[in-house]
């Protein structure tokens, strides 16, 4: 898992791909955050993005630095306890001007049954399953 948190803060920008109906739905997120064992992701409750991960839960990730490239697959869990909220907002101080980790918008989640592939051109792939 680790590997996977540091090749995703390496790219900076990630692309979650979510369902909203029939229709996928992709966007640029950058919060990669361990913190009781689990990878989380953080996004604002208000957004469609949460709605859609609410919904149908399954996500994939997707991100490239330049040589290799990363498609996790997932099971988006929420958590509202206080602590994986404070733990992400001090992880990503920058997006403390935005949530409050007691407010009822910061939106924390958890990836369970994450399958991780790494790729690249002419290389075996690195499948790493948390």
């Given amino acids: ?3 996977v948190v ?20 992709v966007r640029p997120f950058g919060t990669a955050h361990i913190f009781d064992g689990k990878l989380y992701i ?13 919904a149908n839960p399954k996500v994939e990730i997707c991100c490239f630095d330049g040589e290799k490239w990363l498609r996790l697959a997932a ?5 509202d306890r206080l602590e994986a909220k404070e733990s992400m907002l001090d992880a990503y101080p920058n997006l403390k001007n935005m949530y ?15 399958v991780a592939t790494f790729l690249s051109f002419g ?4 499948v790493i399953k948390f």
Avoid: H
Wanted: one cysteine or more; proline letters at 3%.
């Fill in 75 to 79: 099971t988006a869990v929420r958590d």
């Fill in 100 to 114: 409050k980790a007691d407010d009822d918008n910061t939106n924390v989640l958890y990836l369970k049954d994450a």
């Fill in 42 to 54: 953080q996004t604002g409750k208000v957004k469609d993005v949460s709605k859609q991960m609410e």
């Fill in 6 to 25: 540091d090749f995703l803060k390496k790219c900076g920008t990630y692309y979650l791909a979510t369902a909203d109906g029939e229709q996928p739905r």
């Fill in 1 to 3: 898992m680790q590997e």
């Fill in 123 to 126: 290389g075996e792939p690195k």
